[in-house]
């Protein structure tokens, strides 16, 4: 057995495990549920279902947190409302901008865990890149988060906050385009909570957005993939990172349970995949690791059948792994044999490297001088 294999079989282990769907604030929070379930909870408090309504367009379509300013619902309701239930999920500790504008976001729960979240400018669109755990149980020995293990679930109010927090700084004509479940955690290791979310973001009442705007990444947890995609027509993309099970079960330890067959099986099988739909690989390259261009031929042959898109990301390196990026024209090399193989293929530009944003490099850990020098 190689040192440490032990470990990321017991952590591999805690895929069975049940995920808690809310956190246990000191109230429920109004954010922890969709439109159904607020108004199911509003009913069962003996409120009309329209008040549950009028609460979620003062929640998101205007940002306000504040029971006591949503100035359309009566005076006692407000406090009654006030008396029971919460708003804020989350706190801003600090706010680091790269040179290349992306910003990240340092966010702390009510029961002091911090998480990170990341806004990424584009021409066209904003990006934010979301977590879905304190840590990561899934221990990749590439990614930063994974070195944390898991501290814990974060609640359906700590996911939907991590938007509110970064649109609150966005100039009044600036929105929020796309939302990537790409941060901290193994988004379907938390999945009532995540599709909760989901149905948050893309309820035309509040938030309305496209689901396909929406994208959720995973290391391949095969059982969960299609209660997923049961939500709606958003994007899945699956990370990849190797086109053997010897060097996955090394970067991915979640391989050894879901095999590079059992997985692409699954993918291949599934109806909810199609050309309209296609899955995303995201596939990070690691000098002299899964860079070969032997591993780019392979990648064709293993994605055959599957309607798709292959996302190549190189390594954005961090003090706890010692992989390294390949050389620019090793990226090029890859990717132009991976698109002479008849896929299509990015290769992606590495976006807040600089203020550890980028891919991989979340590990909330930059809290103490981030907040002294940005709040
Ligand atoms: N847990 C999910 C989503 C979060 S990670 C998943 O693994 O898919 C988001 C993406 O960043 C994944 O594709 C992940 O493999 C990749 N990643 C992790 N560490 C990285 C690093 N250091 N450099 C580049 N990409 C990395
Ligand atoms: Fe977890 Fe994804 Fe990081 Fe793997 S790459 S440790 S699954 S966050």
Not at 4 to 18: P, Q, Y
Request: proline share 6%; glycine share 6%.
């Amino acid at each position: 057995m190689r040192a440490g294999e032990g470990k990321s079989r017991d952590r591999v282990a805690e895929v069975d495990g049940i995920a808690p769907q809310f956190s246990a604030g000191k109230r429920p929070n109004l954010k922890s549920f969709g439109r159904d379930s607020l108004r199911e909870r509003f009913v069962a408090d003996g409120l009309p279902a329209y008040r549950a309504d009028q609460v979620m367009v003062w929640l998101y379509a205007r940002g306000v947190d504040d029971i006591h300013a949503m100035t359309n619902l009566p005076l006692e309701l407000r406090r009654g409302l006030a008396e029971t239930w919460e708003c804020r999920a989350l706190e801003t500790r600090a706010i680091q901008t790269s040179a290349d504008g992306t910003k990240k976001f340092v966010l702390e729960t009510w029961d002091g865990e911090v998480l990170e979240a990341v806004l990424i400018p584009e021409e066209r669109r904003n990006t934010l890149c979301i977590s879905t755990q304190v840590g990561c149980p899934l221990a990749c020995s590439f990614c930063a988060t994974g070195k944390m293990g898991l501290k814990r679930n974060l609640g359906v109010a700590e996911i939907v906050d991590q938007f509110i927090r970064a649109r609150e700084v966005l100039a009044d004509d600036d929105v929020i385009t796309n939302i990537v479940f790409m941060g901290m955690g193994e988004p379907l290791l938390n999945l009532a909570a995540v599709k909760e979310s989901i149905r948050i973001f893309t309820e035309p009442r509040s938030l309305g957005m496209a689901p396909r705007r929406i994208t959720v990444s995973t290391s391949g947890i095969v059982p969960q993939i299609r209660p997923l995609l049961e939500i709606g027509p958003i994007n899945l993309a699956v990370s990849l990172h190797a086109t053997t099970d010897d060097v996955r079960d090394e970067l991915v330890p979640l391989n050894k349970r879901f095999p590079l067959k059992v997985l692409l099986g699954a993918l291949r099988e599934e109806e909810l995949i199609t050309k309209k739909r296609p899955v995303f690989f995201e596939y990070t390259l690691m000098k002299n690791t899964n860079d070969s261009l032997d591993d780019a031929r392979r990648l064709s042959l293993l994605l055959e059948g599957i309607p798709c898109k292959v996302n190549l990301i190189p390594m954005n390196p961090h003090p706890d792994a010692d992989y390294e990026p390949p050389s620019r024209e090793v990226c090029d090399a890859f990717a132009a044999e991976v698109y002479r193989s008849g896929l299509r293929v990015t290769l992606r530009r590495n976006r807040g490297r600089d203020i550890d944003a980028a891919c991989g490099q979340l590990a909330a850990r930059h809290l103490p001088q981030a907040k002294s020098v940005i709040l």
